[in-house]
């Protein structure tokens, strides 16, 4: 249960901001009466008396939260009586109620961002006693949190007093504008309490839940508080994006702490993978400071270095900076082998684990059986397992509609026929269409017919049924046989995202063939022979992505950076004596 209910709004004018010392504009509930005691002699508010909030408490508000705590919870999810009858109204009635109406101009307001006229709705609708779901407050909550001004922040505050005077229950999105409100009263630590206060109610925080905290502290330069809200999350099993990592890097690497900067990169390297150009110029700028140039080993286990670049499949040790003085660093390119234009490091491929290959499996295979027919789709496992492995398989319809108006079984065939001459066994790929483009459209063509007809034979065409979607098809079929999969498809529509692991982008990586069509003919451009993600050599170089270029024509900008001193000759000599793993494999030993 939340702490108390809101201060009265006479005493909310004048000494609401300032009178709950730490947490001095919490919008909280009532509680029960020895909740109220407890927290009359707690610590979080020494000098804080509880009169006001009892003597401006409304009776029925009190009488329940007396009762007993469970039946303080019963009240605030009971319906409102005046509402309790919309269920068994008809969706037309519904819409045209007070209530219904009210919920159309502000979702209205929402869109418009309007916040005077949803304020304006608001004060017309407690004028006309019309009752407020938790849509609605939370629409208001919003706009006030989206389009904050000082009246904005009070009437946000205000509203939410109301919601829990009217006992109706906040969820996820409640506390996270309210959040918003406090970081825009510039109040990072009353926005971290309230994600804490919303984890001990029972609702789980999201990302954007965090956000008003973390970017907050960030601004104030208020590091180990910013860390905080980073364990927290952690703790909470949500798992920050780019945007939180960035600001965290930006603040220490105005803090010149080295070892947090290190962290944050690896961290990174696991989420990100390809850092965007803000993100980019952060790190550029941590390479150039002071406080870079003069933190690292000077002397380090060459072992030990080059026993964890193995142990994580290469690319990375995380033992700490390696090296001392100045850097130097810049934007580069990677040749077709993937060495550094710049200063000539080559980087590795790094190993993706089998185990972790076939656990992606399972999953694809579950999430599939889910959002398919159960029984097409096993039907299709089991034709895989009689037809396959595949060298290679074929987004079909993302090949015959490049730059097509119409289903183009000529240029299927020509890319069909490429990857058959590529693979080893010169084994036909596998071909993942829709049912429907085998019996209609271009489909009726003799010429195309045949060529149905000997992709059938060849135990190569999968027609995925009607009404399915052929991704979930093509997708576990690359990954269940390791194969190579041609197409342009970016994967990053609704269906990847519920993927919701590091391992997708990884395999992609190694997977993906895409193609280009020219007067010249077709182009295949496998993929790289090295990992594009942040790596750390082994001598203490750094490589950074950017998602600069890599549109199949343009080169990837990388950041490039190095010690301007080499190693200690004691290191480079050890370095002769002991054998380096290599870490770049062919394509073929991949699958």
């Not at 130097?328 to 790094?350: A, F, P, Q």
């Not at 789709?377 to 492995?389: C, E, I, M, Q, Y």
């Not at 036909?428 to 195309?448: C, E, F, Q, W, Y």
């Not at 301007?564 to 494999?585: D, G, H, R, V």
């Amino acid at each position: 249960m939340p702490l108390a209910a809101f201060l009265p709004s006479t005493l909310f004018r004048t000494s609401f901001f300032s009178s709950l010392s730490k947490f001095k504009t919490l919008a909280l509930y009532p509680l029960p009466r020895h909740a109220l005691d407890r927290f009359a002699s707690s610590s979080l508010c020494p000098h804080v008396s509880l009169r006001p909030i009892l003597k401006y408490s409304s009776p029925q508000c009190l009488a329940r939260s007396m009762a007993s705590p469970l039946s303080t919870a019963a009240a605030m999810t009971t319906p409102n009586p005046e509402t309790s009858s919309l269920p068994t109204m008809s969706k037309k009635a519904r819409r045209a109620s007070p209530e219904g109406l009210l919920r159309r101009d502000l979702d209205m307001c929402s869109k418009n961002g309007d916040l005077p006229e949803a304020l304006r709705l608001y004060d017309a609708a407690r004028t006309a006693a019309i009752p407020l779901s938790l849509h609605h407050f939370n629409v208001l909550l919003y706009l006030c949190s989206s389009f904050p001004s000082p009246s904005g922040l009070e009437r946000g505050f205000e509203i939410y007093r109301q919601m829990g005077l009217d006992g109706v229950s906040p969820n996820e999105a409640t506390f996270t504008s309210l959040a918003r409100l406090a970081s825009a009263k510039e109040d990072p630590d009353l926005a971290f309490h309230l994600v804490k206060q919303m984890a001990s109610s029972g609702i789980p925080p999201k990302l954007r839940s965090f956000g008003p905290a973390l970017f907050g502290f960030c601004k104030k330069g208020e590091v180990e508080k910013a860390h905080e809200v980073e364990a927290y999350m952690a703790d909470s099993g949500i798992e920050p994006e780019e945007n939180e990592l960035a600001a965290l890097l930006h603040l220490n690497v105005r803090a010149g702490r080295g070892e947090d900067v290190y962290r944050l990169l690896h961290r990174m390297r696991t989420i990100v993978r390809r850092v965007s150009e803000s993100t980019a110029e952060i790190i550029e700028g941590w390479f150039d400071t002071e406080a870079a140039k003069e933190v690292g080993l000077e002397k380090w286990d060459i072992n030990k270095v080059k026993e964890r670049m193995v142990k994580g499949g290469g690319g990375w040790h995380g033992q700490g900076w390696l090296g001392k003085g100045r850097w130097k660093v810049g934007k580069t390119e990677m040749d077709d082998s993937g060495v550094c234009r710049r200063c000539g490091e080559k980087l590795v491929c790094i190993d993706i684990d089998p185990v972790e290959t076939e656990a992606f499996a399972n999953s694809l295979a579950r999430l599939a059986s889910e959002r398919e027919v159960r029984a097409d789709f096993t039907t299709f496992k089991d034709w895989l397992d009689r037809h396959g492995p595949f060298h290679a398989v074929l987004d079909a319809a993302n090949i015959a509609l490049n730059k097509q108006l119409s289903f183009n079984f000529l240029q299927l065939n020509s890319v069909v026929n490429g990857m058959r001459q590529l693979s080893p066994s010169k084994k036909l790929p596998l071909i993942i269409m829709h049912s429907h483009r085998t019996k209609s459209g271009t489909a009726d063509k003799p010429n195309n017919k045949r060529l149905l007809e000997s992709w059938r034979k060849a135990g190569s065409l999968y027609a995925t049924p009607p009404g399915s979607n052929d991704d979930w098809y093509w997708l576990y079929a690359a990954v269940r046989c390791r194969s190579l999969l041609v197409t342009n498809d970016e994967m990053r529509d609704h269906l990847f995202e519920l993927l919701g692991t590091s391992f997708f982008p990884r395999w992609k990586e190694k997977h993906q063939v895409r193609l280009t069509f020219s007067k010249n003919g077709l182009n295949f451009h496998m993929p790289p022979p090295y990992s594009v993600v942040i790596q750390e050599s082994e001598d203490g170089k750094w490589h950074i992505p950017t998602v600069s270029g890599d549109d199949i024509e343009t080169p990837r900008q990388w950041i490039c950076a190095t010690r301007s001193s080499s190693p200690p000759a004691e290191q480079i000599q050890t370095n002769n004596l002991i054998s380096t793993p290599k870490m770049n494999k062919p394509l073929s030993s991949l699958f």
